[in-house]
Nanobody, 126 residues
Framework: QVRLVESGGGSVHAGGSLRLSCAAS????????MGWFRQTPGMERQGVAG????????TYADSAKGRFSISADKAKNAVTLQMNNLRPEDTAIYYC???????????????????WGQGIQVAVSS
């Protein structure tokens, strides 16, 4: 059974940094692509960043460009999200997602992913 476990969330002041990590287990092969999403109460889950694990090609939401960086550890079937210059509007529950086999076509779309972590809280105070 595939399992994704996030770590590294927490609370910071605006301008601070956090590094989120996600480790995948239960699948022999590395994920085709992995991504990070975030969600606030009453809002739809939004794509933050995604990465193809073999080629390293990345995609970022406009809100993340220049501040966040996604990277993949192919050996460990894991992905990290380095978040710098955090803003209060970045406050959300962050979810790791992964897809094996079929290419869903859009790294920032929740429908492109079949497997999800349980989510981790990120809180940024002004």
């Amino acid at each position: 059974q595939v399992r994704l476990v996030e770590s590294g969330g927490g609370s910071v002041h605006a301008g601070g940094s956090l590094r989120l990590s996600c480790a995948a287990s239960g699948y022999t092969y590395k994920a085709y692509y992995m991504g990070w999403f975030r969600q606030t109460p009453g809002m739809e889950r939004q794509g933050v960043a995604g990465i193809y694990t073999s080629g390293g090609s990345t995609t970022y939401a406009d809100s993340a460009k220049g501040r966040f960086s996604i990277s993949a550890d192919k050996a460990k079937n894991a992905v990290t999200l380095q978040m710098n210059n955090l803003r209060p509007e970045d406050t959300a529950i962050y979810y790791c997602a992964a897809q094996w086999g079929v290419d869903g076509g859009e790294l920032l779309s929740p429908t492109s992913y079949a497997h999800w972590g349980q989510g981790i809280q990120v809180a940024v105070s002004s």
